[in-house]
């Protein structure tokens, strides 16, 4: 009977949660999720002057609202320093491993000696036969690995195939330091192997890591778990992933207003298909995921296709979630004029958000569309929406204010009928009406039908500001 899956997440904290170790996270947990494994999250913090309680407090809150969510409670890899020294005692015990009694200065002479023979520069294995009794007095020594002379390591990957290493061109690599503590490839080993990771899926950077592990494994008499190496994500230059071009945080995608599911869709696209589906459901992704569907080519990370993605999302989102939302935001990025005028004017937000959402790509977007509700008089008018405010259009909203002032029903069929009957009287088209009246209620080119907008504002506000940019 095949054992249950257990896959891992294993970020270090040594800064943000960056958009490709957050979709490393989302494949680990789509492929524990359609076999109804687990994922298990491990926060690797050996390296303890990098390693900050703000950046493993980043990690569990951008995974949380990624909605990628793991099972028992985190691993802390540094708290198990002593479980590895003992495997690397037990190493030794099984004569897996040695300790090396050499000094800086003579590591640094081989690395040069193999230089001038024209030989990759590493260490030579000197002290890998030899007897401890011929160790230096005072010397604290590492415990180095012994890696197979001959032969070949494979490496069996889901994604990158039969991967063959030349032992050759492994060294005995040093698995406890000095002073005591592991190196990351026998933390890494030993954690995997007591946790039951059976699968391990992970950038493939680490591919020449694999075989370094391999060793490690075998020396103990191990399973070697299931591998899946992923081409990292680049550019839409093909370059690797810079700043530039999106390797922010997932804190700064949330920030920009993209919602975690419509991240979640993209990042799953950037790697790994079903078929010729673009925008699918969580739920989906979970019930198609495998590793055999993950690409060996890299990814192109695209802002226009997130964006895109992103709108799909916003448009079918409720109101009320979206309001949520746009709160969160406005008060995470202070901005307080958006956060006060949302939450004064919640009902009229929630009324216009559907006519809103299609016009929207980002939450940000949103808010900014949103404005024209809880704008303070006199409202900002930006470029374009000022070349509609022309003499002669502000003459006509002058014009206009008195029509509307003696409307006794203040409705969007109402206040249609009297645009029309004005715009016919003075031989104008209605956009020539409606654009002008546009720009003087809410300052942009761009917004809900304007006479749902003189609704939701109210008949005093419409009016007020009409009259602000009259003639």
Aim: aromatic residues 8%.
């Amino acid at each position: 009977m095949a054992k249950p899956v257990v896959t891992r997440f294993a970020p270090s904290p040594t800064g943000y949660l960056h958009i490709g170790g957050a979709r490393t996270a989302l494949f680990n947990w789509a492929f524990a999720r359609h076999t109804g494994g687990k994922m298990l999250l491990r926060i690797e913090d050996t390296d303890r002057e990098r390693s900050t309680e703000a950046a493993v407090q980043a990690i569990f809150e951008g995974l949380k609202w990624l909605g990628v969510t793991w099972d028992d409670e985190p691993y802390m890899q540094f708290a198990r320093a002593e479980r590895h020294a003992q495997v690397a005692k037990e190493l030794l015990a099984r004569g897996q491993a040695y300790y090396c009694y050499c000094s800086p200065e003579e590591l640094a002479e081989m690395r040069e000696s193999a230089r001038a023979a024209g030989k990759p520069p590493r260490y030579n294995g000197y002290w890998r036969d030899r007897d401890p009794s011929e160790a230096p007095a005072g010397v604290a020594p590492v415990i180095r690995i012994k890696a197979p002379e001959s032969g070949e390591i494979v490496v069996h990957d889901h994604v990158q195939g039969e991967v063959v290493f030349k032992t050759e061109n492994l060294d005995d690599f040093i698995i406890l330091r000095s002073d005591g503590t592991p190196t990351y490839m026998l933390a890494v080993v030993v954690d995997d192997h007591d946790m039951g990771v059976t699968h391990i899926i992970r950038g493939d950077d680490h591919l020449t890591n694999a075989a370094r592990q391999i060793i490690i494994y075998n020396g103990m008499g191990w399973d070697v778990p299931e591998m899946a190496h992923i081409p990292l994500i680049h550019g839409p230059d093909g370059a690797k992933l810079s700043k530039r071009h999106g390797a922010l945080g997932v804190e700064a995608y949330r920030q920009m207003g993209y919602l975690p599911e419509a991240l979640r869709n993209y990042l799953a696209r950037l790697g790994w298909s079903h078929g010729d589906e673009e925008l699918f459901t969580t739920q989906q992704m979970v019930d198609w995921f495998s590793l055999d569907a993950l690409n060996k080519g890299a990814a192109r990370f695209d802002f226009v296709k997130l964006e895109n993605v992103n709108g799909h999302y916003i448009r079918g989102a409720t109101p009320e979630r979206l309001y949520e939302v746009m709160l969160e935001t406005a008060t995470e990025l202070d901005r307080v004029v958006d956060r006060d005028g949302l939450s004064v004017n919640k009902a009229t937000v929630l009324a216009a958000l559907p006519e809103l959402q299609p016009r929207a790509k980002t939450v940000l977007e949103l808010i900014d569309l949103a404005q024209f509700i809880y704008a303070v008089r006199p409202i900002g008018i930006d470029a374009s929406a000022a070349a509609q405010l022309t003499p002669e259009s502000r003459a006509n909203i002058g014009a206009f204010v008195e029509v509307l002032r003696s409307l006794n029903d203040w409705s969007v069929e109402a206040i249609d009928a009297a645009a029309r009957s004005f715009a016919e009287d003075r031989g104008l088209k209605l956009g020539k009406v409606a654009q002008p009246l546009r720009a003087a209620l809410t300052g942009r080119t761009i917004s809900p039908g304007i006479f749902e907008v003189m609704v939701l504002i109210g008949r005093e506000e419409s009016l007020a500001r009409l009259a602000d940019q009259a003639a």
